[in-house]
């Protein structure tokens, strides 16, 4: 196991400037491409454990020669997303323009209403919020006269799970369908979705977008049973003899995992309840430690967390996390190498 101390990779630019709207000149997207692989290069423990370095350097030279010509901030990001995920290291991507997407929607802007979910490698309707022809769990053939799973493996392309090229469960994550939508097609009013209805006929259905404000309020509560904290879920059904604990994220700091972990288990053995499904398909990481809490009540036997750890604390992790000397005392930064 890899224990990585660094941050998720963005596009270089001034911390007081806004993302660029207007085409950027192609130097200047070089220069940040320059900055983005030497700082992945200066700050990943094992940058090529999944790809060679050949072969990541072909990528970085054919991301070279595509930027001959202005690109925007969308054009650019669709470039250089791709090469990152390449490296297959789940915890390395290019930051997406979320701080554009946020002023666009808080500025009045529309999204489309929709979440999706993969089932046997297929795009399904997970949530709905106002298009009542749309049924839930609806398979979807295309998405704009586009064949849906191709699009959605190209959202997906923009992000890598260990080891592996792409990382489909982010289109599952919330609020990500609405976003890339909106990247690919930018403020569209409708948007054509072709779904398999419940009988196996094919039907293309308009669906209008809304405000993300209303999109908030159309949410769907959650039942009255669920106890929510902090990334956790908690419901009992008695008459399945049955607990359902949902995890959403570790990000939680430890104690309050603890918390919630003596509050579920004293309700579950006042119940009597002998059945416990344990849900992480939302799942989106979070702290080790977090996750080791709950582990606490499900085995009663020490377990070996991992074999070996390794750490790299770089240049940037030392600025950014001023309190790694205190952890590390014996780390000395002498032009710009680390020796320990």
């Not at 060679?52 to 991301?63: D, M, P, V």
């Not at 769907?220 to 008695?238: T, V």
């Not at 002998?274 to 430690?289: E, Q």
Request: net charge neutral.
């Amino acid at each position: 196991m890899i224990y990585l101390i660094y941050t998720t990779t963005t596009i270089a630019a001034k911390s007081n400037e806004p993302f660029y709207s207007e085409p950027i000149p192609p130097e200047k997207l070089k220069e940040d491409i320059a900055f983005l692989f030497k700082t992945i290069e200066e700050v990943h423990p094992n940058m090529y454990m999944y790809i060679s370095k050949e072969e990541f350097e072909a990528l970085q030279q054919s991301l070279y020669n595509q930027i001959n010509q202005p690109l925007n901030w969308t054009e650019f990001y669709k470039l250089v997303a791709p090469v990152v995920a390449s490296l297959k290291s789940g915890h390395t991507a290019l930051k997406n323009p979320y701080g554009k997407f946020m002023e666009y929607t808080q500025s009045g802007g529309k999204i489309f209403p929709l979440q999706f979910q993969w089932i046997e490698n297929k795009p399904y309707i997970k949530d709905n919020y106002g298009c009542s022809d749309m049924p839930i769990g609806s398979e979807v053939i295309t998405i704009n006269n586009q064949d849906a799973k191709e699009l959605l493996t190209e959202f997906a392309r923009y992000f890598a799970s260990e080891g592996r090229d792409y990382r489909y469960a982010v289109i599952e994550f919330p609020n990500f369908i609405p976003k890339y939508l909106w990247i690919e097609y930018g403020p569209l009013e409708l948007l054509s979705i072709e779904i398999k209805m419940p009988d196996n006929a094919n039907k293309k259905i308009s669906v209008k977008s809304v405000a993300y404000n209303e999109l908030a309020s159309r949410k769907i509560p959650q039942e009255s049973n669920i106890r929510q904290e902090n990334g956790f879920a908690y419901r009992n059904i008695p008459e399945f003899n049955t607990a359902i604990i949902e995890i959403a994220s570790l990000e939680a700091e430890p104690n309050l995992m603890k918390k919630f972990a003596v509050n579920t288990f004293r309700d579950i053995h006042e119940h009597g309840l002998s059945n416990l499904i344990i849900d992480l398909r939302k799942g989106m990481g979070g702290n080790t430690l977090t996750g080791a809490e709950l582990i606490k009540y499900l085995i009663d036997k020490p377990v070996r967390e991992c074999e070996q750890e390794k750490i790299k604390v770089s240049r940037q992790a030392l600025n950014k996390y001023k309190d790694i000397q205190n952890a590390f005392p014996s780390v000395l930064l002498w032009s710009g190498r680390m020796i320990f």
